[in-house]
């Protein structure tokens, strides 16, 4: 059973990870990460499919006293060994805060995938320089309205969900031919 | 006129809008954690999650939906809580 299993090859899996980096990262800093993950998916066995780099992007919560981040996505195809020691080194880096990888793919046949080599180079990092907001502190204080998100106008209140009795709901496994 | 809103308050709208899965007849709307403006339908004002009984959505895909909203949450492209 043992002779067998070595015999096989490693399984090939295809992976997403995001990672956030600071949002004054420099440029330098930024190709540095980017070389050093290139590096490990090539020592690993692995290869690249995509790289997409999103820009800096206002978080949805403080990160590190981060309120922004720079996002960078990339694909790329290997074994589990790959993601741990990616993962390793995105984590001893300072300038990455935040990183999330995702199987997409549990088996993939490298024959018939293509990749297209423009779409793996990371980017050179060309951000304006963030600019902090100079009335953050007037707005903390409450001399300026807060800005308000745009709201979805959808969106249920968390009263909605909870004051509508489940008699209120329509079976609809049941009425569904019946509803327009 | 009241009344007209006073029903819409009650929810008579929201209500009526309510259908079947909105995945599973239209292929072509996919599930995507990195897509945080169409998960924003199924999460409330304050970002929890929508339950299926509200929402309509079946079974199997507010188990995808579930996943994505908690993992663009933990890539903070979604909010866990907020109170705006």
Known sequence: ???????????????????????????????????????????????????????????????????????????????????????????????????????????????????????VQFEELDLPEDVEDDKALERALGFIEPQKHARNADAYTDDDIENISDDDIPDLNNAKDGES | MDRDMDRDNAGAFRRARRRGCPFCGDEVVTIDYKDPQALRYFVTERGKIVPRRISGVCAKHQRELTNAIKRARNIALMPFTSNE
């Open chain 1, 1 to 119: 059973m043992a002779v067998f299993q070595i015999a096989l090859p490693p399984r090939q899996r295809e992976y997403e990870t995001i990672y956030l980096m600071r949002p004054d990262v420099t440029k330098e800093s930024a190709g540095k990460i980017a070389n050093r993950i290139d590096d490990v998916v090539k020592r690993e066995g692995g290869k690249l499919t995509l790289v997409e780099t999103w820009g800096r992007r206002q978080l949805s919560y403080t990160v590190r006293r981060c309120k922004r981040a720079v996002y960078v996505y990339f694909k790329y195809i290997g074994g589990s060994g790959l993601v741990a020691e990616l993962e390793r080194n995105l984590r001893m880096l300072d300038d990455i805060i935040k990183f999330q990888t995702v199987m997409i793919n549990p088996e993939i046949d490298l024959t018939e995938y293509k990749v297209d080599p423009n779409a």
